[in-house]
């Protein structure tokens, strides 16, 4: 069983930053990846950044390269999102999710955090 605790989320002017955390905590393996995710009002849920164990390779989503970095506390299974130059276009619940590398699929999730862009 594994547990996701986001934090971090709340409102902010466009142009400015934020940063996620994610916690995890429970069952934990050699190889796995954890990520972001976000669904806006009305929107199907996006990927938005994925970091893995052990080789620490990063992957984002278009919408939100050269804005966004995720990052990962190695001793604490915990991953960051830093969120700069925000767009109201960014406000979206956004949710912390872990898969084990043999999965396809990211099947756990956290609760979400709320992160809103005011114009």
């Known amino acids: 069983q594994v547990q996701l605790v986001e934090s971090g989320g709340g409102l902010v002017q466009a142009g400015g930053s934020l940063r996620l955390s994610c916690a995890a905590s429970?069952?934990?393996?050699?190889?796995?990846?954890m990520g972001w995710f976000r669904q806006a009002p009305g929107k199907e849920r996006e990927f938005v950044a994925t970091i893995t164990w052990p080789g620490g390779w990063a992957a984002y989503a278009d919408s939100v390269k050269g804005r966004f970095t995720i990052s990962r506390d190695n001793a604490k299974i915990t991953i960051y999102l830093q969120m700069n130059s925000l767009k109201p276009e960014d406000t979206a619940v956004y949710y912390c999710?872990?898969?084990?590398?043999?999965?396809?699929?990211?099947?756990?999730w956290g609760q979400g955090t709320q992160v809103t862009v005011s114009s």
């Open positions: 999710a872990a898969r084990m590398t043999s999965q396809a699929q990211f099947g756990f």
């Open positions: 429970g069952r934990t393996f050699s190889s796995y990846a």
